[in-house]
């Protein structure tokens, strides 16, 4: 039934489904989050990238690394997350979890920080939203020190 994820599609295909048999209240703020971390699992589950495009077969990445990259989307408000906490999920070493994201051309930690911006960015935009405050938006994605986050919008 699914294209891609391969031995992932059952983890990634009970997540999504799990997700939409939860009938749970989810405050607003919560309901924004949950999205945008469920969209990219399915992404993941049907093998697309954010366009909608099937990912080229020889750029595959190593196929732990979607796995990696799952896990993390949930966490990304946590602003204490680390690569240390990264590599104990999947049981893999921090130097390997800094290897992978290496042959991608990427760290962890910019590739968790864009993760965080894009997620801001998508929030700050939303007009649903235009009564959140700027540093609560952030502090929701993990930004603890408004500076922390001004610094790295205007950078990126």
Do not use: N
């Not at 039934?1 to 999504?16: C, D, E, K, N």
């Not at 969209?39 to 196929?63: F, I, K, N, Q, T």
């Not at 690394?65 to 946590?78: E, F, K, N």
């Not at 540093?135 to 603890?144: K, L, N, S």
Request: net charge positive; charged share 20%; aromatic share 6%.
């Amino acid at each position: 039934m699914f294209g891609g994820g391969g031995h992932l599609a059952p983890p990634l295909a009970g997540l999504v489904t799990g997700e939409a048999r939860d009938t749970t209240p989810y405050r607003p703020v919560d309901a924004l989050r949950l999205g945008p971390a469920v969209l990219e699992l399915a992404g993941a589950l049907l093998d697309v990238g954010p366009s909608g495009a099937r990912h080229p077969e020889a750029r595959r990445p190593d196929p732990l690394l979607p796995r990696i990259q799952a896990y993390v989307l949930p966490h990304l408000g946590d602003g204490r997350l680390t690569p240390d906490d990264v590599a104990a999920a999947p049981h893999i070493s921090t130097r390997y979890l800094h290897r992978l994201f290496q042959r991608q051309g990427l760290t962890v930690a910019v590739w968790i920080k864009a993760q965080r911006l894009e997620r801001c960015r998508r929030d700050l935009a939303d007009v649903r939203l235009a009564h959140v405050s700027v540093h609560v938006i952030a502090a929701c994605w993990g930004f603890a020190q408004p500076a922390d986050f001004s610094r790295a919008f205007r950078t990126a």
